[in-house]
């Protein structure tokens, strides 16, 4: 019986270490490879040119695909006309308004004055041939709101120029 013992003890003993072998068996052989790469754009543009054809062997740095970028352009082209008009504002409010454009706002109230004069004038001369039953109610209607709109572009026309001559 010892023979016996002897012997499952070697077959109990050889089945474990074989169980430990198995363990290793499970490894996988071979080369692990994509069959394809997909690039997505981050802008919906029409593309221009393919450099490259599909299945090549590329680089870093190699220009896989050239889009359309003339909207990119004007964007930048707009932003840039916007940075310069600010540019220009800005100095216009440090340095001030110029002398040419004072004189130009100082004439324009002069001409808006006349012109309200001579809408009063009229306005006036509409009252009286109103009275007499001369002018219909529309036309006086027309001369009042002419004066009105005669009062307020001279209003307009003094603000500006105080902006001007008032400085920032």
């Known amino acids: 019986m010892k023979y016996s013992l002897r ?3 070697l077959l109990l003993l050889s089945v474990l270490a074989g169980g430990c072998l198995q363990q290793q068996e499970h490894l996988a052989l071979g080369i692990l ?3 394809r790469i997909v690039l997505t754009a981050t802008s919906s543009e029409l593309i221009l040119q393919q450099p490259v ?11 896989l695909v ?13 932003a ?3 940075e310069n008009d600010a540019a220009a504002n800005f100095e216009k409010l440090t340095n001030g308004a110029r002398e040419e454009e ?4 100082r004439a324009r109230v002069k001409s808006d004055e006349a012109l309200l004069r001579q809408s009063t004038l009229s306005l006036d001369r509409s009252r009286t041939l109103q009275a007499k039953q001369s002018v219909s109610k529309a036309e006086l209607d027309d001369a009042i709101a002419h004066e009105a709109s005669r ?4 209003l ?3 603000e500006q120029l105080h902006l001007l001559t008032s400085g920032t």
């Not at 050239?66 to 707009?78: C, E, P, R, W």
């Open 151 to 154: 009062r307020a572009a001279l």
């Open 7 to 9: 012997t499952a003890s």
């Open 53 to 63: 054809r599909e299945g090549s062997i590329v680089q870093k740095g190699d220009l």
């Open 102 to 105: 004072i004189a130009e706002a």
């Open 80 to 82: 840039e006309a916007e």
């Open 33 to 35: 490879a994509r069959d």
């Open 66 to 78: 050239q889009l359309d970028d003339s909207l990119q352009q004007a964007v930048v082209a707009h």
């Open 156 to 158: 307009i026309s003094r």
